[in-house]
């Protein structure tokens, strides 16, 4: 009797072993969410809490928003999606489709250590109405922002130095880029 509870024990194992093998492979995102002052960000993956609460106050400080949802999540960049109440691409004025760019890139300055951003607007689905990417540094004074790329923070400040001397205090942003041999100076408003 001893030796058939000792084999039925010895199936059993057997067998638990044999299903914890087979086991499917199961890909799981743990989701976390942060909400301070009616801003939430959702996070994942290799987004830290820190990252998540800056996040949070950038959004605050730059937009202004009393409530907003943001999804981030960290892969080669960071993917930033804001929920709007826009609901599809056409109603997204042009003057905020120049600034996204310059938001993302200070974004990406501010809050992810200088690391590639895609920002999204999103509509209340989550489906993607816009998209653009951190593709500036900035040099800053009294206001006065120059996004720059295609050349060094030494030309930037430059740009800058003499616009401080122009009118001395903004809000005035202005973008230079270089491509080739020419620079390129665009003032905001386009």
């Known amino acids: 009797m001893k030796k058939v509870?000792?084999?039925?024990?010895?199936?059993?194992?057997?067998?638990?072993?044999?299903?914890?093998?087979?086991?499917?492979?199961?890909?799981?995102?743990?989701?976390?969410?942060l909400t301070l002052n009616g801003i939430t960000v959702h996070y994942s993956g290799d987004v830290s809490a820190s990252e998540a609460k800056a996040l949070i106050n950038f959004i605050k400080d730059t937009l202004n928003p009393d409530e907003m949802s943001a999804y981030v999540k960290k892969d080669n960049g960071y993917t930033v999606g804001l929920v709007t109440t826009y609901t599809s691409p056409e109603e997204i004025e042009d003057l905020l489709k120049f600034y996204l760019?310059?938001?993302?890139?200070?974004?990406?300055?501010?809050?992810?250590?200088?690391?590639?951003?895609?920002?999204?607007?999103?509509?209340?689905?989550?489906?993607?109405?816009?998209?653009?990417e951190s593709k500036y540094h900035y040099v800053t004074s009294n206001r006065i922002?120059?996004?720059?790329?295609?050349?060094?923070?030494?030309?930037?400040?430059?740009?800058?130095?003499?616009?401080?001397?122009?009118?001395?205090?903004?809000?005035?942003?202005?973008?230079?880029?270089?491509?080739?041999?020419?620079?390129?100076?665009?003032?905001?408003?386009?």
Do not use: R
């Open 145 to 190: 922002y120059v996004w720059y790329s295609g050349v060094g923070e030494d030309k930037a400040n430059t740009v800058l130095n003499y616009a401080l001397s122009l009118v001395g205090e903004g809000p005035w942003d202005i973008i230079l880029e270089k491509s080739g041999d020419t620079y390129h100076l665009t003032s905001s408003p386009p």
């Open 101 to 132: 760019p310059m938001i993302a890139s200070e974004m990406s300055q501010e809050v992810f250590e200088g690391s590639h951003v895609t920002l999204q607007l999103l509509d209340e689905e989550k489906n993607v109405l816009f998209s653009t």
């Open 5 to 33: 509870y000792m084999l039925s024990a010895l199936l059993l194992v057997l067998v638990m072993l044999a299903s914890g093998c087979e086991s499917p492979e199961v890909n799981v995102e743990t989701e976390k969410t």
